[in-house]
């Protein structure tokens, strides 16, 4: 081949990009390749193997790697090919008649990889465009064989392989992973029996009661049409005045108002099947469900200044955190808990429990645990997997069944219907991702991309040609729950439909101060972004029926007097079972109070204390964080004392925004020099201004009071989350800073 290339009229003084041989070609190891699925299962990412961002990932068999390795493509060694399998011996220059002379149509090869090209976009999805998806397993405690038949809670430690997307609902597929938005919360479970998604959010309720209004409320959402701005934020007057003409939404507002709406990570956060469910067991006697995930890690939020300004330094923010954690071996998990409770009960609430915009609070019915997801594989492609998966709430499985929701009943039809958009046609269910390790065996045929290549000539049910196959599976396969249906048909709503406040009520009073007072700042910063005056008054009479102190907040941040509350539509509502909820707030969701995979920032110049910098990133590393070196700049730094250091990040390359909390170090000669950067004052301030925690050794207590901050709260009393530390005293320092981080913020700090 070399001879045959070297013959080729090759332009002399302008040879192809690595030489007639190959010369600047890169050699052989200097690429990477990606660590053989078929093998072990870790996957490829320069992180993989540094302890600055943790441990590396132990190798381990996910059960979904064994399905998919039939289609995983590995190029390393092999040599470049066109769709057609033909070698390609240039990859670089067009077909040409003569070096200076015109393309030639008939290169088969550059057309086919231009049109290839053309198509690689899809229409992103039209809601939840932005997510992030990972691998994991889902492990059962003990059977469920009582309430269900469903697959994966029939025995004790039993595995059902999952696939997961977390998303952000407004935004398009490029936005930002932080804006005020509710977080999609889906996971596909390829049970034994076919596949079931659980296509739930982070908050448990919905703004809407019917599907009939879900196309209004997204295109209220969405960027506005007239000049398609703003992207991914509610702060515009579309979705306000949708909203204070929808009471029915105000419930969800509030969730979506709270600190719940800017999750610090995908991994710490609920996730809620939202609507009620059934389970139904082998004798098809029935119960009502909800489902609740909850995080090992606690339940935690970023505060709205931090998420606007990390929008700006890390819009993937949310992805990167969710792909580092897998990669060094991290794996976040969440326990599944389900709320049961029968018909019979569900009559006597005061509230209807088909209504997707109430809870059933925990305090009514508790949250019985029963299982555990843990994720522990990112995928291959991003494309492949996390785009092309196609979540439906319609994908049940024996055991589980729909209820008479109607907001479910519109989900049933849309999410298998815009897949037919959206993946091209009505075989999506075999694009690897999306095919369940159950098998698959039916008489529907033909269509767009059809993988499947189906034997004989039967594609019809009764046969006798095939001895009748495939046959009706009877009772082993999905029976629906025999729910009786006897009325009128009607367009309307069940009476408890019109109460909205109630729950809109529990939910504000059930929240600690701060969480109080950050609804507040989100109501008015929303709304102080709505043009329209009566958008806004039409909101603030809406609140006056939810808190009295909250509508007056609002109205006094936005300049504006007290409008009359709005008109309720029950004049004498039920009367609710209770209005006090704890598990409501987020304090209720502390995690398991280590600080496992946090970031935390140990701020490095020349001539600090060395020794003392290596022995906290030691103490850190141990307690599972992630201990990051940053400087005015990356590269070496040479420490007073100690071994060299170096600089893994700067502070104009990772902003205080992406750290969870700071030390400052100790070493006169590197306190200077840091006093000397001006991004060092805005790095410490924004960590107060955060609730974070700062650890100050030695002499660096002179860091702090030069970025103005206090070491006491405004009462006087000290701030639980600036520790000043004596180098001498640098382990008891360690521990409390520990301890304090592992708090996650200290909100007492805050002032508005
Ligand atoms: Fe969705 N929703 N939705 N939704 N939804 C979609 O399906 C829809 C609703 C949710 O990561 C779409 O494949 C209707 C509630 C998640 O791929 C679409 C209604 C809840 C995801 C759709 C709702 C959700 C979607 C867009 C009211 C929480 C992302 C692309 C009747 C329980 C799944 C797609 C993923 C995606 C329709 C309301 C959660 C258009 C009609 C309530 C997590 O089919």
Redesign the pocket.
Known sequence: INSTVAAMPYNPTKPAEYGHDNARAPSEGAHHPPASALVGASTLAETNHSDKTGRAATAGRNPTVDPLDRVRVDATGQPLTTNQGVGVADNQNSLKAGLRGPALLKDFILREKLTHFDHERIPE?????R?S?AHGIFECYEPLTKLTRAAPFQEAGKITPVFV???T?AGERGSKDTPRD?????VKFYTDEGNWDL???NMPV?F?Q??M???D??HAVKPEPHHAMPQAASAHNTFWDFIGLMPESIHTIMWLMSDRAIPRSFRMMQG????TFRFVNAEGASVFVKFHWNPILGTHSLVWDEAVKIGGADPDFNRRDLWDAIEAGEYPSWELGVQIFSEEDAEKYSFDVLD?TKIVPEELVPVTPIGRMTLNRNPDNFFAETEQ?????AHVVPGIDFTNDP?????I???????LS?LGGPNFHEIPINAPIAPVQNNQRDGMHRQAIHRGSVSYEPNSLAGGCPFQTGVAGYVPFPEPVHQDEVRGKPEKFAEHFNQATLFYESQSAPEQAHIAAAFRFELSKCTVPAIRERMVSMLRNVSESLAAQVAQGLGMALPEPMPRALANPPAPEITRSPALSLLARPGDGGIRTRKIALLVADGVDGEAVASIQAALLAAGAVPRLVGSRIGPVKPATGDALDADASMENEPSVLFDALVLPAGEAGIAALARDGHTAEFIKDQYRHGKTILALGASRSLLDGAGIPVTLVDGSPDPGILVGAEESLTSSVKAFIEAVARHRHPERETD
């Open positions: 999805r039209v809601v939840h465009a997510g998806g997307r977390f998303s609902v509710v977080r999609g919360f889906a296509v739930g959010n919905f809407i019917d599907a209004k879900f196309p409320l997204v809620f099947g939202v609507h997707s998966v196609a979540f439906c709430s907001l479910l009943a519109g989900r039809h849309s999410y298998v219907d815009t897949q959206r």
